[in-house]
């Protein structure tokens, strides 16, 4: 009975130590009004959404990719969104990201001497690979490193300088699902997604005194030009699996990450699904809310418990699919 009492009222100052910290936590919101919004991958799939998203916003956009034809075509496409056509503008930029990092630095300089400094950056160039690791050679897991982690690095250090001497600054992580929880066939991109979140929290540590926000988002399947791709090849087991977390459209993954990158939220999920994983890995990473803190706090077990039904229905699928392999043998 004491202890039970004891627990209460310890869990009671914890909330109240939560309430009043809460003015410190979040930014001010941001408004993409004339903003300079920079999206890599904006050429094609959630990237291009979000920049059409950003200008039905107001904002200036850059996109980035490499293939020139696709830029143009994207361009045109997100211009018919602008908000006002005669003050906003939308530049493209052809660079692998993911090459040298002096290419990278000299097109981020360009687009701000263009449109002024980054206000907002969202890292969405990335590319998925899924297959069984017998069949992964090693260079596959060098080029997801390549696509998915260091083009990001690379980017994210071409625009710091300048958010720094702003003292302002949005930075996007796009990872996945598969960055939060390792998925079968993703044995690659499964570890480039994680490793964006090892940067994440780190620059976010560093970066909060320069009045810079960061936001991982991690999407579910989304219906993109990327993901008709990453098709071939894909395991059985990881279309059983990951179907059973949905299929989004671009532009509702697009929403969902603008709304909560002008909050300055860290971690930023779409459906139910993803908030049950997003609370339940939510481990030692920054809050701007009490409500997002509360969350966490309160819901951990009760989705571990849930959780552990899924892992039983994904340990099914793969046995099954062992199974009709032997059988087909
Ligand atoms: N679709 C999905 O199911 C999900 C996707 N994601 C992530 O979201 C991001 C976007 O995915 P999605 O929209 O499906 O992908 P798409 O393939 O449709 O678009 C990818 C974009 O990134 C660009 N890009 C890729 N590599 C490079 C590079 N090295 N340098 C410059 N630009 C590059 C592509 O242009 P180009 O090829 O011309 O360079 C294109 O504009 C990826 O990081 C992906 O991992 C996360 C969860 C789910
Ligand atoms: C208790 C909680 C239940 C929900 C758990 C769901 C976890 C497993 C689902 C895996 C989904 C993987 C999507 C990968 C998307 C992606 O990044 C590629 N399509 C990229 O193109």
Same mark, same amino acid.
């Not at 002024?116 to 206000?119: F, L, M, R």
């Given at each position: 009975m004491y202890w039970l009492m004891l627990g209460i009222a310890l869990f009671g100052i914890f909330l109240i130590v939560l309430y009043l910290m809460s003015p410190l936590l979040g930014p001010k919101a941001l408004s993409l009004h004339r903003a300079h919004v920079l999206v890599t991958g904006?050429?094609?799939g959630i990237g291009k959404a979000v920049a059409i998203e950003a200008a039905k916003q107001g904002a200036n956009i850059s996109i980035i990719a490499r293939n020139k034809t696709k830029l143009m075509q994207a361009k045109q496409e997100i211009e018919s969104f602008l908000k006002n056509s005669e003050k906003q503008k939308v530049e493209m930029y052809s660079v692998d990201?993911? #090459?040298d990092y002096s290419e990278v630095e000299k097109t981020i300089k360009q687009a701000e001497l263009n449109l002024?400094?980054?206000?907002l950056l969202i890292n969405c160039a990335g590319n998925a690979i899924a297959n069984y690791f017998e069949n992964l050679p090693v260079s596959e897991f060098r080029r997801m490193m390549e696509m998915n982690y260091f083009s990001t690095v690379n980017v994210t250090k071409a625009v710091i300088t300048s958010m720094i001497e702003q003292q302002f600054g949005r930075i996007v992580f796009v990872s996945s699902v598969a960055g939060q929880v390792g998925v079968f066939g993703f044995t690659a991109y499964s570890a480039a997604k994680f490793a964006l979140r090892g940067f994440a929290e780190a620059l976010q540590m560093e970066m909060k005194v320069n009045n810079i926000y960061i936001t991982l988002a991690f999407p579910p399947d989304t219906d993109t030009p990327g993901l008709a791709a990453e098709q071939? #090849?894909?395991?059985r087991e990881t279309k059983l699996i990951s179907e059973s977390a949905g299929l989004f459209q671009p532009d509702e993954v697009a929403r969902v990450i603008i709304e909560d990158t002008k909050k300055g939220k860290f971690l930023c999920s779409m459906g139910l699904d993803g908030y049950i994983v997003a609370m339940l890995t939510a481990g030692m990473s920054p809050v701007i809310s009490i409500m997002d803190a509360l969350q966490q706090v309160i819901t951990m077990g009760l989705f571990r418990a849930i959780s552990l039904v899924y892992l039983r229905f994904y340990d099914g699928v793969v046995t099954q699919c062992a199974e009709e392999k032997k059988k087909d043998n």
């Open positions: 904006g050429s094609s990201l993911s #090459g002024g400094p980054v206000k071939i #090849g894909k395991p």
